[in-house]
Each structure stands twice: as C-alpha cells, then as structure tokens.
C-alpha cells in the first residue's frame, strides 16, 4: 500500500507554533502517514527583503520538527526552476517517489483561489486536498468545496501569522513562546528579523 504524504508548502518565514500545530494535527488525526513541510524557495524575480535565505529558513523547519518522527522538512523545491508551480513539484515529486501518494495541505482561504492556480484540475484529478480552517475576513464558499478530492479537517485555528512575529521582533517584543525551543535560540543568534 502506498504511503499518504501531505505536502505543506510555506516560506516558513519564520516557522513557527502554529504551522507546527496544523502539521502535526494531520499526521496524527487524517490518514497521513506524514507530513513534509516544503520550504518554498525565494522567488529571485520578486525582491522580497523580510525573506530569509533559503537555507536558514530550511534549517529552522528542521529543527522544529526534530520531535516529530512523522513530520518532515523538505527543502525539494530548491533544485527545480523557477517561478515553480505546485503542479510541476507533484509531477517530480511522483516520479521521484512512485510509491508514495502525494496529497496537497491548504487553508480554507486558499481553496477560495485555487481555481487560479495553474493546471488545478490536473491536481484535483490525481491529488487529495486537506483543508484546515482559516479565519479571514470575506469567508465566501469556495465551488470546489464538494469536490471528492477536498477534505476539510477539523484542525485547531491558529491566529498566528510569520508577518506579525516578523514586526514583534523587530519592535523588540519577547514572542519566544510562538517557537520551538532550537527554532528561537537560531533565530535569536542570527539576529533574523531585528532591522
């Protein structure tokens, strides 16, 4: 039988408790058998300066998910061109791994835009979706919402966003309790995000 990976794709920018929350919420309560966070590389067309590198940003998810056996980091993103499409990351993906079946993980918000993305049909016909609640402001419902691929999960809501923790740390707030401990003592020693 194949093994169920779900693909959580973010700029982790940082990582944080709420990420974590979500990720471990559907290795432990769907029929995942794990969950890889994929670190989306920085776009070298958009010039973003609150964007760590890379590497950082890939070393910090994994050691947020050193206690986690059936999370992993994933970093495969790194080596295909770019601009990079979710579509074009499941395809290698597949052929890389024939035995595993890939799944997508999103946020209800951003099942409102899928329609959007490129070749989303070709994902739903071949990949499952879980979806995790998001509070947002224009809450409509998405018309893939019945799809048979789609799969809302019950998963706690986390009101915490990598952007706000960016601000705190550079206003010089203490925001130690939203990390892992090894995430914060990096970012602490690095200096990330205090100019």
């Known amino acids: 039988m194949a093994k169920e990976v779900g693909l959580y794709f973010g700029t982790f920018n940082p990582i944080h408790i709420g990420h974590l929350t979500i990720a471990n919420h559907l290795a432990e309560y769907s029929d995942l058998d794990e969950v890889w966070l994929v670190v989306t590389p920085h ?5 973003k300066n609150s964007l760590l590198a890379d590497n950082h940003r890939y070393q ?21 061109p770019q601009p990079n499409y979710t579509v074009n990351t499941l395809v290698h993906l597949t052929e890389k791994y024939p035995d595993y079946q890939f799944s997508l993980i999103m946020g209800e918000d951003n099942l409102q835009s899928f329609h959007k993305w490129k070749n989303y049909e070709v994902i739903l016909d071949n990949h499952k979706i879980y979806v995790y609640p998001r509070v947002y402001k224009e809450k409509k419902q998405s018309e893939l919402e019945n799809h048979s691929k789609i799969n809302k999960i019950d998963a706690p809501i986390m009101e915490i966003s990598s952007t706000f923790i960016r601000k705190a740390i550079k206003n010089q707030k203490n925001v130690k309790p939203l990390f892992p401990c090894k995430v914060w003592y990096y970012l602490d020693e690095m200096n990330f995000y205090k100019k």
């Open 60 to 80: 910090m998810v994994q050691l947020a998910l050193e206690d986690y056996p059936r999370l992993k980091a994933s970093n495969i993103e790194f080596g295909l």
């Open 43 to 47: 776009n070298p067309f958009k010039k």
